[in-house]
Structure formats: C-alpha cells, structure tokens
C-alpha cells in the first residue's frame, strides 16, 4: 500500500475527490500477521471484509501481481458492486503455472519452496498457501466477469510470461482491454509506466470527451 503505483493512484483519487482504499494483507507489507500464515482464500478474506466494512457504492478494483489474482475472485463475489477491473502484471494461477513439477514435489514434501527473487527478499512459498491457489485457478475455465477489465502488461515481464492473453481470452466480458508497455518489466514502477496505469484508471472513472 506504500509502494510507488499504489500512492500515484491515491494521489489520482484525492485530485478528483474519489475515495480511495488501499490494504496489504496480513503478514505483508504494513498488515500485522505472520506471512506464512497466509493463504490465497484468506487474503481474499481480507479484502472482503474491508470491502463489505469500509467501502460503499461501485468499485473499481486495482491489483498487481498476485493482487490481481485476488482482484478477479473479488469481482466474481462482489459482481453487483465492481464496476471495472485493472490488471496489472496480474498473475493468476502462479502456483500451477509459475513452479515445474519438481519444485511443486518440494512444496508438497518440504512444506515451503524458496528461491532468490531479482527484486528484494527470496521469494518464498508455503504449503498452504500453493494448496489454497490450486484450489482456485481460475485460468483453466470461463472466468464469469462481465464488468470492463483492463489489463496492463510489460513486454519484458519474465515473472508473468504470457498470461495476460489468456486472461485476456478467459475472461466473459466483452469489454477486456490489454494494454502492452514496451520494455516493461513485472514491476512497472518507472514514472513512464505508472503515469500509463492512471490513465488506465482515468479513462474508467472520467467520462468520455
């Protein structure tokens, strides 16, 4: 909730007076809570609850990575109240996509799987968590949204290698955009990028010229 894109879109919000909520799940980024206590189901949890507590009227829900793996179960629960979607490098179904069979061996057996991560900490995995994203891929069926989805993707992400067009394709709407930034990485943290992903946002929450 502190990190570049997430306050660029804030700073947007307040500009045009549109409430805004930002939340990192518990055990991340500001949350208390241990991380590897943390599931797909119950982050989703999370965001529900403040959703249901916090937030009234449409929604549009933004979410990076993993956030936007959450972002789609979150649109399917809350269809009456999500307006539109914004996908940024999102990656669902990472833990059946993202680990070859052995690694996958090892998560099962060893109860966690860590390898060094280009960007920070190692990137690390538990059990539990992997069994609770397998439990909720979405990518192998129709995915029953039917609000505007945009899909904002680096043509140099190797985290997330060509998953936006199958999301793209898996999603019911027909009213899915992708949108591909030239040599942009998994992160899209450079000013050119985030000013793209606002007016992403922008084109949504504005009325057209």
């Known amino acids: 909730m502190e990190g570049s894109k997430a306050l660029a879109l804030d700073a947007f919000a307040e500009k045009r007076g549109l409430a805004m909520l930002r939340l990192d799940y518990s055990g991340?980024?500001?949350?208390?809570?241990?991380?590897?206590?943390?599931?797909?189901?119950?982050?989703?949890?999370?965001?529900?609850?403040?959703?249901?507590?916090?937030?009234?009227?449409?929604?549009?829900?933004?979410?990076?990575?993993?956030?936007?793996?959450?972002?789609?179960?979150?649109?399917?629960?809350?269809?009456g109240q999500v307006q539109a979607l914004v996908g940024i490098a999102a990656a669902p179904d990472f833990t059946d996509w993202g680990y070859d069979d052995e690694q996958k061996r090892r998560i099962v057996e060893n109860g966690r799987f860590e390898r060094p991560s280009p960007y920070d900490e190692p990137h690390l995995i538990?059990?539990?968590?992997?069994?609770?994203?397998?439990?909720?891929?979405?990518?192998?069926?129709?995915?029953?949204?039917?609000?505007?989805?945009r899909l904002v993707h680096g043509d140099a992400d190797e985290d997330v290698p060509a998953i936006a067009m199958r999301l793209k394709d898996a999603v019911r709407s027909a009213d899915v955009q992708l949108t591909i930034l030239k040599h942009g990485?998994?992160?899209?943290?450079?000013?050119h990028q985030i000013d793209a992903l606002v007016r992403v946002v922008a084109a949504l929450v504005e009325p057209a010229p």
């Open 126 to 149: 538990h059990r539990g968590f992997w069994e609770s994203g397998q439990q909720l891929r979405l990518l192998e069926d129709e995915i029953a949204i039917d609000c505007r989805v």
């Open 28 to 79: 991340t980024g500001s949350s208390e809570g241990r991380f590897e206590d943390g599931t797909l189901e119950r982050w989703i949890a999370d965001a529900l609850l403040l959703i249901d507590r916090v937030t009234d009227g449409p929604l549009i829900l933004v979410g990076s990575s993993m956030g936007g793996w959450i972002a789609l179960h979150l649109a399917l629960r809350r269809a």
């Open 185 to 191: 990485g998994h992160r899209l943290s450079e000013p």
